[in-house]
Nanobody, 129 residues
Framework: VQLQASGGGLVQAGGCLRL?????????????MGWYRQAPGKQRELVAA????????HYSDSVKGRFTITRDDVMKTWDLQMDSLKPEDTAVYYC???????????????????????WGKGTQVTVSS
């Protein structure tokens, strides 16, 4: 299983970026697709997660109202649209998936506390002030 992320870069505060991730390999179905980020000296943060079919979505309080996660179950891809970016959004962003199907609350709690099953290599997002 491989996850390939793209779309990071440098943007001014107030600008926008779109991150994309694609999963490949022996995957038949994916329950949870998500994005994490980690800034220097800070803990990893679950930014956004979305379940199969897009029925349930989680956002961290720090990005709620500014970021939007979407997914394509057929193509096994998911995106993170980041609008109104702030300097504090600067971090390495990681896409991740968890194949296990379980109730939404359990899925997001496990993702928050323990991370997900597979991870992509990070992509740098830098927001200048």
């Amino acid at each position: 299983v491989q996850l390939q992320a793209s779309g990071g870069g440098l943007v001014q505060a107030g600008g926008c970026l779109r991150l994309s991730c694609a999963a490949s390999g022996s995957i038949f179905s994916i329950n949870l697709m998500g994005w994490y980020r980690q800034a220097p000296g800070k803990q990893r943060e679950l930014v956004a997660a979305i379940t199969s079919g897009g029925h349930n979505v989680h956002y961290s309080d720090s990005v709620k109202g500014r970021f939007t996660i979407t997914r394509d179950d057929v193509m096994k891809t998911w995106d993170l649209q980041m609008d109104s970016l702030k300097p504090e959004d600067t971090a390495v962003y990681y896409c991740a998936i968890d194949r296990s199907f379980m109730p939404w609350f359990c899925s997001v709690t496990r993702a928050f506390n323990y991370g997900m099953e597979y991870w992509g290599k990070g992509t740098q997002v830098t927001v200048s002030s």
